[in-house]
T-cell receptor, first 113, second 111 residues
């Protein structure tokens, strides 16, 4: 089974702090993703990466950056956290094959106060 | 552009009732279709998938058939259990890495 592990289940940060969300997958997948999930808005793609050091903006990249220095690890960075970034953050990975599904981690619930 | 529309919730059913959650999609070509389930406090788990027209995906008693003529992928289960209480998401994937999710349908099953 694919395992996608997010380093924290819950985080509480203050406005203006720099926040790192870490995600590791164990299946040698080429593709990794960061989504945020908010009530009534569903899942929205922040960034994805199709290879080490490669990244693409998703639908809502503003206020976020990402890092992929190793194939198994994909980090989401909030440069200066704001209250409107309080949300559930979901990491996912996917193999390179066309019809393969996304595999999600358990999520990180971030609260910015 | 591509999109997924699924029925609004919440849905409340008694144990052993029949479940249908409607999902329709808009897409060019031949997308792959998925159902995911999210239990409270957890991430999304793949429930089933179908990759071409008339394919039926099935898992844990849930089924969905890829209907190209009606652009639908409705989720069904013949007899729900309390443990099926969760949020269900329909999704499509087109050209590899671009996934489109519905807004989710919350299901509560009461004993």
């Amino acid at each position: 089974d694919v395992k996608v592990t997010q380093s924290s289940r819950y985080l509480v940060k203050r406005t203006g702090e720099k926040v790192f969300l870490e995600c590791v997958q164990d299946m040698d997948h080429e593709n990794m993703f960061w989504y945020r999930q908010d009530p009534g808005l569903g899942l929205r793609l922040i960034y994805f990466s199709y290879d080490v050091k490669m990244k693409e903006k998703g639908d809502i990249p503003e206020g976020y950056s990402v890092s992929r220095e190793k194939k198994e690890r994909f980090s989401l960075i909030l440069e200066s956290a704001s209250t409107n970034q309080t949300s559930m953050y979901l990491c996912a990975s996917k193999s390179g094959s066309a019809n393969s599904p996304l595999h999600f981690g358990n999520g990180t619930r971030l609260t910015v106060t | 552009g591509d999109s997924v529309t699924q029925m609004e919730g919440p849905v409340t059913l008694s144990e052993e009732a029949f479940l249908t959650i409607n999902c329709t999609y808009t897409a060019t070509g031949y997308p792959s279709l998925f159902w995911y389930v999210q239990y409270p406090g957890e991430g999304l788990q793949l429930l089933l998938k179908a990759t071409k027209a008339d394919d039926k995906g099935s898992n844990k008693g849930f089924e969905a058939t890829y209907r190209k003529e009606t652009t639908s992928f409705h989720l069904e289960k013949g007899s729900v259990q309390v443990s099926d209480s969760a949020v269900y998401f329909c999704a499509l994937a087109h050209t590899g890495n671009q996934f489109y999710f519905g807004t989710g349908t919350s299901l509560t099953v009461i004993p």
